[in-house]
């Protein structure tokens, strides 16, 4: 059965104890509370799964956890991000022996590959695994922008089937959908921008407050599915204030913190980030509190 790129998938974040190891008790409080609400895909060890500070065999424990944990209800996808090409087709092989269902690629990192050898990359893991691969285009983080022309390239690969849309400009999804039809599905990846992104054409959202929030999350998702789009808005402007917590540059702290605020995380992280403190603090706990304050009241959207 292939993947059905849409509705709402968690980009979730890595728990570790206090003592710096995989605290996968509280891995699995997450995942239970994302699967309770209805969301579609699980993506593992991305930039709030601070994949960076990941060793190889933390990254296949995740994945052979989720994926005892979700039982085939949902795909698990995880995210490559490597610095040479060999390594990234050995990381495919290693997802596919440990159960993903799919894989979120990255650009090399580091190196500014130019549009030939970013081109290459992605054909080189493609052409060495059978799992499905959404590509990550996300010029503002990582430099390097996956055009159109590179995108025709790619999609000669059959298992070249998505993109998480990260661009910042919404206007590209309409050009993808000028350009490719419905061979290329589009996963939204900025959450400030997600409602209208899945409004004028993007199949799903690869999501970051779900973390902490995964039922106002996939609530939206499913409302504007069927057309109720007043009841997604109303949640969706409640909910900005947490979603612009995802677009600085410690949007893994403020989500942690967001986490325990629900009871489904723990704030530590892994050096070289540290919790955020002083004003900074003050203020992310302010924006999560006054939130909560005035949480909403979903609706059934379990049964639209």
């Known amino acids: 059965m292939g993947i059905q790129w849409k509705g709402i998938m968690p980009a979730v974040t890595t728990k570790f104890t206090d003592a710096d190891e995989l605290d996968l008790k509280m891995f699995e409080v997450n995942i239970r509370a994302q699967m309770e609400a209805g969301v579609h895909g699980i993506v593992l060890g991305g930039t709030l799964g601070e994949a960076s500070t990941l060793v190889d065999e933390e990254k296949r424990t995740l994945t052979r956890t989720a ?5 085939g209800q949902v795909p698990i996808f995880i995210n490559i991000a490597e610095q040479t090409t060999k390594a990234a087709i050995q990381a495919a092989h290693k997802a596919e022996e440990d159960g993903a269902g ?3 690629m990255l650009p090399p990192m580091r190196y500014t590959s130019s549009d030939r050898e970013t081109v ?29 022309e590179m995108f ?14 990260s661009t910042r400009d919404t206007t590209n999804i309409t050009r993808i959908k ?9 996963m939204t990846g900025v959450d400030t921008i997600a409602l209208e992104s899945l409004l004028i054409g993007a199949d799903g959202w690869v999501a970051g407050l779900v973390c902490a929030f995964p039922a106002e999350t996939v ?20 909910f900005m204030p947490l979603l612009e917590l995802d677009i600085v540059p410690r949007l893994v702290q403020n989500i942690k ?10 704030e530590n992280v ?18 999560i509190d006054d939130c909560l304050k005035n949480r909403p009241i979903l609706p059934d959207y379990k049964n639209l």
């Open 257 to 266: 913190l967001a986490e325990v605020a629900t009871g489904i995380g723990s």
């Open 152 to 165: 025709d390239q790619l999609l000669k690969y059959d298992n070249i089937e998505a993109v998480k849309e």
């Open 219 to 238: 609530a939206i998702y499913e409302l504007q599915k069927v057309g109720r789009i007043k009841e997604a808005l109303e949640i969706y402007r409640w």
């Open 178 to 186: 000028n350009y490719f039809g419905d061979r290329l599905k589009i």
């Open 270 to 287: 892994r050096a070289p980030r540290l919790p955020i403190m002083g004003d900074e603090r003050k203020h992310v706990l302010k924006v």
């Open 120 to 148: 290459e990359f992605y054909k080189a893991v493609a052409t060495n695994t059978s799992l499905p691969i959404m590509v990550y285009n996300n010029p503002v983080d990582y430099k390097v922008k996956i055009t159109m």
């Open 102 to 104: 799919g894989l979120m």
């Open 67 to 71: 994926v005892d944990l979700v039982k």
